[in-house]
C-alpha cells in the first residue's frame, strides 16, 4: 500500500476531495455528539452527579488541550511510507471508536466508581480524538499546494461538516428510541456502536483514498524554534488567538441557547430551532467560500463575517420575545459564524505555508495543533466564563428567574459572544498575507519541485 509520487499542483479526483471531507464528517458526528448529549448521559442516565460531571469534563478537556501540542510535534517527527500525517488516521480509527463504546457503558458500573470511570474513559476518548483529528486538520495543506484544489478541500470538508453535525443532532433521540426500547441505558450503547462502526470505516476510508504529496522532512522540536515561528509568522499567530475567542463566542452562545429560549422567550423548545440553524448555514457557505475567496482577499470575506456574527447577535437583543424575529437575526449571526470559519482552515493553510516560507522548516504539525490548542481553551474558557456571570447574576435552575438572572443570560447569549468577535476583528486587521501569498507559493512550490 505504498504512495506513489504525484506532483504537488496536481488536480485531485473527485474520489479523493470527497474522501478527505468524510474523516471530517465521522469527527463531527460523533464529537457534536458528545458536546450535545454527553452530559445528560452523566446526570440522568449514568447518575453521576451534576457537580461531579461538571468537573470530570472540564478536567478531561484540559488535559486534552494540552495533549494537542504533543500530537503536533510527534507528527512533524514523522515519516513512513504512507506519509506524515495519515497513518495516524489508520492506527488511532479502532482505538478511538472502542473508546466511544467504553463512554457510555459507565451506566453499568456501581457506585461511587462511576465518576472514576466517567473520566477515564472521556479523557481517553479526547486524546484519542486529538490523536486522529489534529494530523487529520493539518493533512489539508500536504495533499496540494494548488489554492484552488485546497479551496475544493476544503468545500468538501465543510459539506460533511455540516451534515455530520445535522445528523448527530437530529437523528441522535430517534435513534436511542430505536436501539433502547424503552430503556435509555440500551439507547446510548446501542447509538455509541452505531457511531463507532462509522468512525471505523469513513476514518479508514479517508486514509485508504488519499495522498500526502507534500511531505517534509521529520523536524525535531526545539523552543527555539517554536519562539522563533512565533516571531516571524504573524498570519499563525493571528489565527490562533482568532481560533480562541471564535469559540468563546459561539460555544457560549450555543451553550446558552436553552437558557435564552427558555427564560428570555418563555419557550425552551425554541432552542432546538436556534441550534439547528448552525447547520444549515455552515453547508450554504461552503459553496460561498471558493467563489467569494476567488473575487475577495480571505480577510475582507471573514470581517463581513464577523460583522454579520455582531449584528445578527445584537439585533436579537433588540427583538424582544418576537420568536419570528429572533429567528430571522439568529439565522444572520449563524450565517456570519460559518462564514469566518468556514474560510479560517484555509486562511491557517496559507498560515503555516507563511511559516515556512519565513523559517525555513515546515512544522505542520506543531502549528496546526497548536491552533486547535486555542480552541480547546477557548472552549474551556467559555464553560468558566459563562457559568461565572449566570452564578454572578443568581441564576436558580428551574425557577422564574430576577432580573439580574436574566441580564446575566443575555450577557453569555448576546454580550460575551459579540465582544469576542469583536476582538477576533480587531486581530484580522492586521492580517497582510493575501498580498503576499501568491509569491510566497510559487517560491514554495519551487522549493519543493527542486527538493
Given at each position: ?29 460523533v ?18 452527579g451534576?457537580?461531579a ?54 451506566s ?10 466517567a ?37 468538501s ?28 441505558q440500551?439507547?446510548?450503547?446501542g ?26 522532512p ?8 517554536l ?18 475567542f471564535f ?28 441550534l ?22 480571505k ?8 460583522s ?27 450565517l456570519g ?14 498560515a ?26 477557548g ?5 468558566v ?16 428567574q ?5 441580564a ?7 454580550f ?6 469583536l ?6 486587521l492586521?492580517?497582510?498575507l493575501?498580498?503576499?501569498?501568491p ?13
Amino acid at each position: 500500500m505504498e504512495d506513489k509520487k504525484t506532483p504537488a499542483g496536481e488536480k485531485l479526483s473527485f474520489r479523493e476531495t470527497a474522501c478527505y471531507g468524510l474523516g471530517d464528517l465521522a469527527c463531527s458526528m460523533v464529537f457534536n455528539f458528545m458536546a450535545s448529549y454527553l452530559l445528560y448521559f452523566y446526570t440522568d442516565v449514568a447518575g453521576v452527579g451534576v457537580a461531579a460531571a461538571g468537573a470530570t469534563m472540564s478536567a478531561a478537556r484540559l488535559i486534552d488541550a494540552f495533549a494537542n501540542p504533543v500530537v503536533g510535534v510527534l507528527s512533524d517527527k514523522t515519516h513512513t511510507r504512507w506519509g506524515k500525517l495519515r497513518p495516524y488516521l489508520l492506527f488511532s480509527a479502532i482505538p478511538l471508536a472502542t473508546s466511544v463504546l467504553l463512554m457510555f457503558l459507565c451506566s453499568w458500573v456501581p457506585g461511587p466508581g462511576k465518576t472514576l470511570y466517567a473520566l477515564a474513559t472521556y479523557t481517553l476518548f479526547c486524546l484519542l480524538y486529538t490523536i486522529c483529528n489534529v494530523p487529520y486538520t493539518a493533512m489539508m495543506p500536504n495533499l496540494s499546494e494548488d489554492p484552488a484544489q485546497r479551496a475544493r478541500l476544503n468545500l468538501s470538508k465543510f459539506i460533511c461538516v455540516s451534515i455530520g453535525t445535522f445528523l448527530s443532532m437530529g437523528l441522535a433521540l430517534p435513534l436511542i428510541n430505536l436501539f433502547g426500547r424503552g430503556s435509555e441505558q440500551r439507547g446510548f450503547v446501542g447509538i455509541s456502536l452505531f457511531f463507532s462502526v462509522i468512525i471505523i470505516v469513513l476514518v479508514l476510508v479517508c486514509f485508504a483514498n488519499t495522498r500526502e504529496r507534500i511531505q517534509p522532512p521529520p523536524v525535531a522540536f526545539s523552543l527555539q524554534t517554536l519562539l522563533a515561528t512565533v516571531k516571524k509568522s504573524r498570519p499563525w499567530v493571528i489565527c490562533c488567538g482568532a481560533q480562541l475567542f471564535f469559540y468563546l463566542a459561539t460555544v457560549t452562545r450555543n451553550s446558552t441557547a436553552l437558557y435564552y429560549a427558555k427564560y428570555c422567550l418563555g419557550d425552551a423548545g425554541f432552542a432546538s430551532l436556534l441550534l439547528a440553524v448552525g447547520s444549515f448555514t455552515t453547508f450554504a457557505t461552503c459553496f460561498l467560500v471558493p467563489v467569494a475567496t476567488a473575487r475577495m482577499k480571505k480577510r475582507t470575506f471573514t470581517l463581513i463575517g464577523y460583522s454579520l456574527f455582531i449584528a445578527g447577535s445584537l439585533l436579537v437583543y433588540f427583538a424582544g420575545g418576537n420568536l419570528t424575529a429572533v429567528f430571522l437575526c439568529n439565522i444572520l449571526a449563524n450565517l456570519g459564524a460559518s462564514m469566518s470559519n468556514g474560510v479560517s482552515f484555509l486562511i491557517l493553510g496559507e498560515a503555516i505555508d507563511h511559516s515556512e516560507y519565513t523559517t525555513g522548516t515546515r512544522q505542520q504539525g506543531l502549528l496546526t495543533s497548536m491552533s486547535m490548542f486555542m480552541v480547546k481553551i477557548g472552549v474551556v474558557l467559555s464553560s468558566v466564563v459563562s457559568a461565572a456571570i449566570l452564578g454572578l447574576g443568581g441564576y436558580v435552575p428551574d425557577q422564574p428567574q430576577a432580573a439580574s438572572a436574566l441580564a446575566a443570560i443575555h450577557v453569555n447569549f448576546i454580550f460575551l459572544p459579540c465582544i469576542a468577535a469583536l476582538a477576533c476583528a480587531a486581530l484580522y486587521l492586521f492580517y497582510k498575507l493575501d498580498d503576499q501569498y501568491p509569491a510566497i507559493n510559487a517560491a514554495l512550490r519551487e522549493k519543493h519541485r527542486q527538493g
